[in-house]
């Protein structure tokens, strides 16, 4: 995805989504909310009263992503809101000023070369479908918001990949970072 | 500038920048405005009433600049509001969507090893004191605000430079470019 798109995640009492499980993996929690809605755009204030939280992010430009890596992304990545796809993730991360700091190929060598963010997503393409929100130029509390989509049966491959990067290089930058677990409602 | 500081440009018939030029290099000019006004966060809408145009931009992390390049800028960059620098340039650019689609890789080699982006400014450091404000994100008609400061001694250096930019292959992508001159009020 190239082109900018905002979206507006609300976690509350209502919402396609059902919240399983909130996790505080690095700083602090989200507040409770038993559902997720997903906005196409700015909800009305009438739609956020009583809402727990409001997160929001734009698809954007590739950051990091290299000419050859996007050919095999295009080639593999599946689209999301397949029907099997009833399980996914949220997943809010705020990276430190030292990261923001550092210049671009700085950047790009930690996130791909010394951590392989991008293969290790790759080895997990078409089970996950993934799309990457930014937040960071919005002034939102999280730099980047990640949704997942997967089938129940690719729910273990799903918990591999995210323990992988938690392992990496890269993360020794995430300041913040908050894992939510979602099931679609029926 | 790392660190994320929204802006809001503001031209109508008070600030503390005379417009001196208003010029459409490629594609629609902004309404005429005889001053420009630069707010520091999102002005109150009182401020904006009878305003001529409104533009916004964030000073974000690099996008295409490597280490030694950022050591070498580092080094000689001005900081903007010297007493001497009584002239200044806003330009506001729009790149094509197809700009946007290039993967990193591209979009850098197209910026510096074959536009040389960066080389370019760097020949005109210390006279020419510049700041990147980015719209794209923030879904602004402008995908960046680029603001510079200058002697009026400096001011023919100021206009080889970008004459030189406007000739490189990384213009090719542009869409949309408005050029504003000013003079700072006494």
């Known amino acids: 995805v190239s082109s900018r798109m905002l979206s507006t995640f609300v976690g509350g009492r209502s919402g396609q989504w059902r919240i399983e499980r909130s996790s505080a993996v690095v700083g602090l929690a989200l507040p409770t909310a038993s559902h997720l809605a997903i906005f196409e755009n700015e909800p009305g204030t009438r739609a956020l009263e009583q809402e727990s939280w409001v997160l929001r992010g734009v698809t954007s430009y590739e950051r990091y992503v290299h000419a050859t890596e996007q050919a095999r992304l295009i080639a593999i990545q599946p689209p999301l809101q397949r029907p099997q796809a009833t399980q996914a993730a949220l997943i ?17 060598a930690i996130f791909e070369e010394r951590s392989q963010h991008i293969t290790l997503g790759l080895r997990y393409l078409p089970a996950i479908a993934r799309r990457l929100y930014h937040g960071h130029d ?3 509390p999280f730099d980047f918001l990640t949704w997942f989509e997967y089938a129940p049966a690719d729910a273990e491959a799903f918990e591999e990949l995210v323990q992988a990067l938690r392992r990496t290089e890269e993360w020794t930058y995430v300041e913040r ?3 939510l677990r979602l099931t679609k409602r029926a």
């Open 92 to 108: 809010p991360v705020k990276k430190s000023a030292d990261w923001w700091r550092l210049p671009q190929d700085r950047r790009r």
């Open 138 to 140: 919005l002034g939102e």
């Open 177 to 179: 970072e908050v894992d």
